[in-house]
């Protein structure tokens, strides 16, 4: 079984930067797929980041630019950095990961954690 857990979401102003973590733990591989999603109230859940397991990179295109997603070559964290937010940023962030899929439908990732939210004021 692997675990994720998220964590540095918080309220922040528009323009400023947060970062955010999520440490996985048990039985783990360093080339795991991994990802973010976020879900905003009364929207869709939608694909913000993913890192694939050659360490290629895709990003939503509401994020382009602003956001860079890292992993460790463990394996063992993935981070979120997401700079210029702004007030459609906010949303619960959940991070993902599966030994093979790397796509961006949310439900076949084996493995999702349980989110951490970012609220961006104006």
């Known amino acids: 079984q692997v675990q994720l857990v998220e964590s540095g979401g918080g309220s922040v102003q528009a323009g400023a930067s947060l970062r955010l973590s999520c440490a996985v733990s048990?039985?783990?591989?360093?080339?795991?797929?991994m990802g973010w999603f976020r879900q905003a109230p009364g929207k869709e859940r939608e694909g913000v980041a993913l890192?694939?397991?050659?360490?290629?990179?895709g990003y939503g295109d509401s994020v382009k630019g602003r956001f860079t997603i890292s992993k460790d070559p463990a394996g063992r964290r993935l981070s979120l950095l997401m700079n210029s937010l702004q007030t459609e940023d906010t949303a619960m962030y959940y991070c993902?990961?599966?030994?093979?899929?790397?796509?961006?439908?949310?439900?076949?990732?084996?493995?999702r954690g349980k989110g951490t939210q970012v609220a961006v004021t104006s």
């Open positions: 993902v990961a599966d030994p093979a899929y790397d796509g961006w439908i949310y439900s076949n990732w084996q493995y």
């Open positions: 048990g039985r783990t591989y360093s080339r795991y797929c």
């Open positions: 890192c694939n397991s050659d360490d290629s990179t």
